[in-house]
Nanobody, 116 residues
Framework: QVQLVESGGGLVQAGGSLRLSCAAS????????MDWYRQAPGKQRELVAT???????NYADSVKGRFTISRDNAKNTVYLQMNSLKPEDTAVYYC??????????WGQGTQVTVSS
C-alpha cells in the first residue's frame, strides 16, 4: 500500500510564495513521474507540473516562470515552489505519483488560497 501526505498549503497574499510538499511512503521501488494538479471551485482538475524520474519537467502555461517542481528520490518526495502567486492560483492542490503504467496514487489535497 502506498500513501501520499501533502503539506504546505495555506493563505497568502497576491505576490507571495508557498512551497508544497508531498511525501510518499509504503512499498515503493521506484517512482516514474510525479505530478501536481489543482482544482478550483467549479472547474475541472488541471495538471500544473510534472517531473519525470530523469528530472525532466513540464508546466502548464499559466504557471510557467512562477512555479518550480522538484523531487528528492531518496525521500520519495515531490515539491512545488510557487512564487508570484495570483488569486487565480487559488485551488486545492493534489500530488500524484506513477509507479508504473496504470498504477497511480493521489494525495488527499491541500488548500491554497491567494487573497488579492
Amino acid at each position: 500500500q502506498v500513501q501520499l501526505v501533502e503539506s504546505g498549503g495555506g493563505l497568502v497574499q497576491a505576490g507571495g510564495s508557498l512551497r508544497l510538499s508531498c511525501a510518499a511512503s509504503g512499498t515503493i521501488f521506484s517512482i516514474k513521474t510525479m505530478d501536481w494538479y489543482r482544482q478550483a471551485p467549479g472547474k475541472q482538475r488541471e495538471l500544473v507540473a510534472t517531473i519525470t524520474n530523469f528530472g525532466s519537467t513540464n508546466y502548464a502555461d499559466s504557471v510557467k516562470g512562477r512555479f518550480t517542481i522538484s523531487r528528492d528520490n531518496a525521500k520519495n518526495t515531490v515539491y512545488l515552489q510557487m512564487n508570484s502567486l495570483k488569486p487565480e492560483d487559488t485551488a486545492v492542490y493534489y500530488c500524484k505519483i506513477r509507479l508504473s503504467l496504470n498504477n497511480d496514487y493521489w494525495g488527499q489535497g491541500t488548500q491554497v488560497t491567494v487573497s488579492s
